[in-house]
Structure formats: C-alpha cells, structure tokens
C-alpha cells in the first residue's frame, strides 16, 4: 500500500504558501471564538453536555458556527471543505476554544476515523458528496467492523455482500458502532468472496444506516450508557457506486481506518478539534484529580499529593511521547504501526489513573451523597477497561508493537493463506426477538 | 534520541559516539574503573572537551559556543550518548558550574575559572546535597555567616560528583536563611575532601567538609541572598542532563536485550517467538520512547528557560526514574542467570541508572515538586 501518498499524508507536509502565520490565527480564533461560541458553564463539565445531547443535535448546531465562521475541518483540504492547515494550527484552536461549549462528539470516529478513511481511499465523487457536510456538522459517520463472531481476529467477519447486479445485498450483523443510533453514514467492512484467504475477501461500504433492512439497537453498558449499537441487515441492497476502494481489498482501506482510530484514540490525530479537558491553569489536561482532591480535603496528605502528581507526569508524558511518535512516522524515522505505541500508552494510562482516582475516592467511591465527585469515580472504574478494549485490545497493540515495529516473529495463525471458507470460525448470531 | 536534530547536531552526535566507542568501549571502562583515581585519564577528558563537552552551556564571549544556539539540546546528545555506553567524566558538574559561571559569574570569576575547565585541565563541582533533603534545591541548609565584608562557611556537603577532582566548587549555602552561592577552592583553608562510595564503577564521589572557611564578597555568585533562582536553574540543568542519561540507557540496553531475544533459542525456537517475552519487550519500547520523549521535553523546556521546566523536569525525573531501573532488571530477567553476573555489561548500566535515579531528587520527591506546580494546598481542607 503506498501510504506516502495517501491524502491524509499531506497534513505533515510543509504549510502551503501563504498559510496563515500561527500567531495571527491564535488571536484571529481567540477573538472569533469569543464573539461566537457560547462559553462554557461552570455547573456542567464537557463531558455531561455531550451526555445530554443525546441525538447530537446541538453538536451539530455547533459545529455549523464553526464551519460559517471558517474554523472548522482545519486539518482538512480547503477543496473538500477545509481550511488545509497545519496541526500546529488545530493545536493552537482546541487551546483556545477550551472554554467553549465545542462539539466534542463529532471528534471521534466522525472527524479522526471515518472522515480520513474516506479522503484516503474515497472516490472524488464520494469525497465531494460527503466530506464537506461532515465538516459543516451535517453528516455523522461511525464504523461498521467489529461483529459479535470476533472482535481482534477482525478479517474473520462473517457479515455477507452479495453482488447483484448494479447492487450488493448486505445481510448480517455488526457491533461496538459508537453513536450509530444518531450517525447518518457508515463504512462497512463485508465479506463479498469466501473461497480466499480471509483478508482478500472483503469490501468496504458506504452505507446509509437509516434505511429499510438496516435495525440499530443501543447496547447498555455497566455504567448506564447506551453510546455502544450494534446493527441487523436483512437484504439491505447497496449501490455498487457505494465501494470504498477496490471490491474484495476492503482490507486495505480498514488497515488505514484502524491506523487513524489509533490515532484518534491514542489522541495523536490532526483531525479533532476541542478537548474535554478544557484548561485550567495548568495548561490543558485534566483537572478531575486536583479536584478529587481537594473535594476530599486531603491535598496536604503526602500519598495524595503522589498520587496525583503522579497521574499528572503520566498525562505530560503521553502528549511528549505523541508528539515524539507523530514526528516520527511523518518523517519516516518510525513505521507506520508506531501509533500502536501512544495507544497502548493511553490504554495504560487510562487504567492507572482509574485507579489512582479510586483510592482519592476513598469511601466516597461506593456509597456517595449525589452530586459527589467521588461517587463518579466509583462509576467511572465500571469502565476501567474500554479504552483497553476499543480500537483493537491492548493485546494486539502489543502484538502490533512486537511484531510490527521490534520486528519479532508473527504469532502462529490457523488461516493463514487458507480459502475463507475452509477455516474454522464462529457464525453470526441470529437476531434477538 | 531527538527526531529533530540539525544536521550539525546530528555529525556532533556522531562525532561524540565515535569518540567514545573507540576510546572508552566497555572493556576500557571496566579497565578505568580498577587503575584510574579519577575513573579516567587526564588526557581523555581534555579530549572531550576538545570535542565540545565543556562549552556548550557558555556564551561565545566567555570562549563557549554550542552547536545549534540551543547548548543543553546538544549537551543531552553527549549525555545521552555517555548513558548508552556507560561512559566515565564528570560531564554534569563540570557543565553545572561552566553554566554558573557564564550565566552568574563577574568578569572576574569567569576570567579566572573558565578557560581552564573549558579546556578540560581543570575540574570543577556544585556542592548542592545535604543531609535532610538530599540533592533538592529545598535541602540547602550550609550556614555562610557574615564576618565583617567576608563570609565564612561552615557545614558538610555530599554526595559530590567528582569532589576530590575538583579544583574549585560552586557552593549553595545560606545567608541570613537566604540561599546564595560561593565560589570556593578546593584548596582552600578549612576544606576537607574525602572520597566515598559510589555505585558506579567510573563516576567518582566525595565528601566535601567547610569548617570555618573564609571568603571575601569576590567570591559570591551573583549577589548574597539571591541564590534561589540560580539553584533552580542549574538543578533543572543537572536533572536534564540525568534524564537524558538515563534514557540513553535504556535504549542500548533494550537494543542489545532484543538482540539476544532473537539469538538465543530454547525449545527450539527463538525467544522472540513468545507471545510472553513479546509482550513485555513492547512494553519496555513504549516505555522508553516514553522515556525519550519525556527526557527532551524537560531539555527543551530548560534550554528555553520555560515557566514550564520547573514541572517538566521533575515529571521526566519521576517518570524514567521509576521506570529506567524496572525495565534494566527486567532485561537481567530477560538475559537469565547470565545477567546477573559480574562479567556481563547489565549491571555497569545498573549502576548508572540507579545512581542517576538517586542523585538530585528521587521520583517521590520529583513528584512533590510537581504537586507543588499544581498549587495542591499542602493544608488540610477547605
């Protein structure tokens, strides 16, 4: 595959002449934003708003200022919709927009994951159609990849594309989809050849996910959330104009759409804009320890003050070390898979702070008087484990990081180079009544 | 190592890793450490500092000059590159103290103090670490009382890198409970300098004794009772330049550790083939390109004397310094039994993380300083 000329590629390159000097654009956006995004409350966090705005309604508000203002899809190529400017560009945006109501939903998978599959392997015509109402808020995508057959072995799907005609009928079941009861696009890996090795058989799809054939249905999750879908089609007929990439090397485009959602989750990605973080003092980055701690009155105790010191190092070091693995695949001293390295970092990070939280919670972490910031982290840990899982486990990072950047042996595989349908593997399950 | 290095900067890597791969190979180093007093000779520290070694944190008017306009940037290639081989000199005091002079000196003590170590003839040290708050810029307790127009210092000083080398020391001491720092001979009347123990095999300590030792004002740094940014400063300096070692460090002994994974077979197969052994190696690149990161950022921040280096310094210094000794005696565990034997190079590498880690704040007190940064109230309660 010949990533260096990928569309998403160009964000690394040099700034286009005449890009907008850096300085500028930081007052040019901190004046903008002031006279027309709504500052953010005290009494509701970033992340309780995106909670309350269920169907991404507001979110879609927002990000239509943004686009009219033009400071939206900055990392984005201006013919698509964008601004085409540089990271240090984003950078310098999210810092100033932390005090403002952003619509951070749209970050990921919208803007980080799909949207950049799509400027990779999109046809000119798919481009023109859907990237620029993904940048002005119009369009919400999400992924259709994992199935309840498998979740790391992800070539192993099961989900059937039959060719019919000027159509493929789609009949099969996805799952983990993030959003996809309010998302209006998805692409959707399928199998469409089963008498190949697994990886040669499959295609990837645009599809339009509120259509006849097509159920979604929110999966509840152990902290209360129902963020997490996962999809029914039954003869669901898909325009053959509707491929992304070649038929039957779907796996080509998913390998690049799972390299940006390990940016994106990794927070390495260009393309989002805001953080939840917002910024205090401190720079931005997270606060909620501080607070935790202060919260319980016990800032002055020395395991305390370590704890949260040493939360604080670790969240310092993941944005030094993306900025390190960054710049070292966009100038080719690190392999691609080198974004494996600050996802496995922030999964890691993600647990240990969970942790660290548990222990400044103290008894406030499992019985709370409402409205406790302790009582949030004794639910917050329910979910110590997502972002080990999301975006491909921890384990495959590690397989990823060993094999593909150390250069170690692969693991042993039963399929390899056996026609599809000659391995074992789990069946689709059928649909719940 | 930066990503980001000029081209400049990338042949004076070079250079300083040539240097030391054919003058102080490992087997060198372990000769140094039984015959040579100082841990190496004379003559090889004068050309190190032929190379640039001494200079790089003083100004082109003081007989400095770095390589790129950012001198600490080029001085952690030499540290970093000093870690990965486990290399002798006293690169960090002699630099501490050249920064010192140049940025705090007058005329006449820059005259007087900074051809000779930037040539290499001489040696110096910074005698910060006390008893009570060791190697902390908050641990300065040497008492310098006023006696007419002159000071007299007395108290114990150390562990001090390179102590009986040194010629001369900078001194962080307190007058009238204020810090300030004295430029004092080693020969000087009332110094007493006794060598110590030490860890590593080719960096040398000592004991440094002031028993009513008389200095004129010419001798203070600066001005008396202004000594707190100035220690500040060349702490952050010195906890760079660890960092940096440190992360040099583990980089070569991961390096040479994969290369044994994939050398050395049992049950036939080669040891990089466990999913186990697999797994743990990826932990240890992300920790160290961590690490890396982390180690230049800190370096970064200091070179531009950023409001940020007093937090970023000591998250590099919490972060490698908890991890940089785990992920060594992971790699003994990886080599098995050979590892922990006196004749495998593992523990020369040990013993310079661990002393690197010891030495100007351990990762609990690095993360003081950073709860510090974030203004957590050290009182109880609201």
Redesign the interface.
Known sequence: MATDRLDTDRVDAAPAEGTEDLEAFRMRARAWLADNMPPLQETLTPHQLMLQDEMGTRARELQRILFDGGFAGLCFPKEYGGQGLTRAHQAAFTHESAPYEMPLVLNVPTFSILAPTLLDFGTEEQKRAHIPKIISGEEMWVQFLSEPSGGSDLASLVTRATRDGDVFILNGSKIWSSGAFRADYALCLARTEWHVPKHRGLTCFIVKIHQPGIEVQQIKMVNGSSEFCQEFFDDVAIPAENVVGEVNDGWTVATRLLYHERDAVGGGSPYTSGVFGGRG???SGRTDL?DL??AT??????HV??L???S???D???A??I???T??IS?G?FPGPAGS?HR??AA?NAERHQDIALELAGAGAGAWAEGDLAGEKGIEFLSRQSGSLGGGSN?M???I???R??G??R?YAADKDKPFDEVRHNASPSRPR | MDLELTEDQELFRETTAKFLERTSPLSTVREWAEKEPAGFPADWWRQGAGLGWTSLLVSEDDGGGSVSGHGLLDLVIVAEEMGRGVAPGPLLPVNVVAAALSEYGTQDQRDRYLPDLLSGEAIASWCLTEKGAPGLPSGVGLQATRRGADFVLTGRKGPVEAGAEAEFFVVAALVDGEPTQFLVDADAPGVTVTRAEGLDLVRRFAMVELDDVVLPAAAVLGEAGAGAPQIERLFELAVALECASMAGVIDRVLSFTMEYSFDRYSFGRPLASYQALKHRFADMKLWTEASLATALAAARSVDAKSERAFEFVSVAKSYIGDRAPLILQDCVQLHGGIGVTWDHDLHLYIRRVVQDRALFGTPYDHRERIAQALRLEESHGH
Do not use: F, W
């Open positions: 003092e401190h720079g501080i701690a202060r009155g016990r800032t002055g105790d020395s003050r370590q949260v010191a040493e604080r190092a670790n310092l070091v993941g030094q070390l900025s390190r693995v710049k070292g100038t001293k390295l496995l970092y890691t384990e990072q590690r397989n990081i060993s094999e950047i150390l170690m042996p693991e």
